[in-house]
Each structure stands twice: as C-alpha cells, then as structure tokens.
C-alpha cells in the first residue's frame, strides 16, 4: 500500500473514531494540546508530525494498539528470529 494512500486512510481511520466517540475538534484539540488547524489537517489529510499524531492516537484510545501494531513479533520473521540471537546493531559490508 503506498504511504500517502496509507496515510489517508489512518486519517480517516482517527476521524470515525472521533466521532464515534462524539469528540469535537475543539475538545481534542484542547486534550491533545494541539491547534484545531493541526488536528484538522491531520484527520482530513493525514499531515503532520509522528508526536502529533501519537497524541491524537493516545486521546481516542488507539495508542496502545499503534504500539502494538509495530511490535516485530507479530511479524512473521519477527517470529522466526526471536529465538535468534539478535544483533544490538546492524554493520554493512
């Protein structure tokens, strides 16, 4: 999936859930410490900072799940290689 379309789709992902919550802008603007121009742009685009979008995340519930969804193991070489011993870093030739 390309990233912008990836993008659009979180957005849209975050907005549902707003307003399945019935949370205005306002409010999660004002929870988030953030603009309403900065969440709004976020939510109609998916533009904005990782923090920013952290912060939405955390104020409708999904921040755990955002985690989670980059946890390696629940990938399937994340799981073959968890029994491995795991390099601290990765050197190129």
């Known amino acids: 999936m390309p990233v912008a379309r990836a993008m ?4 849209a992902n ?3 859930a707003r307003r399945q919550q019935r949370i205005t802008l306002e409010l999660l ?5 953030l603009s309403v121009p900065t969440v709004r742009r976020l939510l109609n685009e998916g533009a904005g ?3 920013n979008f952290l912060r939405v995340a955390r104020i409708l519930g999904m921040l755990e799940n955002v985690v989670g969804a980059t946890d390696p193991l629940r990938t399937p070489i994340g ?3 968890a029994e491995q011993d795991v390099p601290k870093r990765v050197r190129g030739c």
């Open 8 to 11: 659009r789709n979180v957005a």
């Open 14 to 16: 975050l907005d549902l």
């Open 29 to 33: 603007a004002e929870r988030a410490n």
């Open 49 to 51: 900072t990782f923090e």
């Open 79 to 81: 799981r073959a290689r």
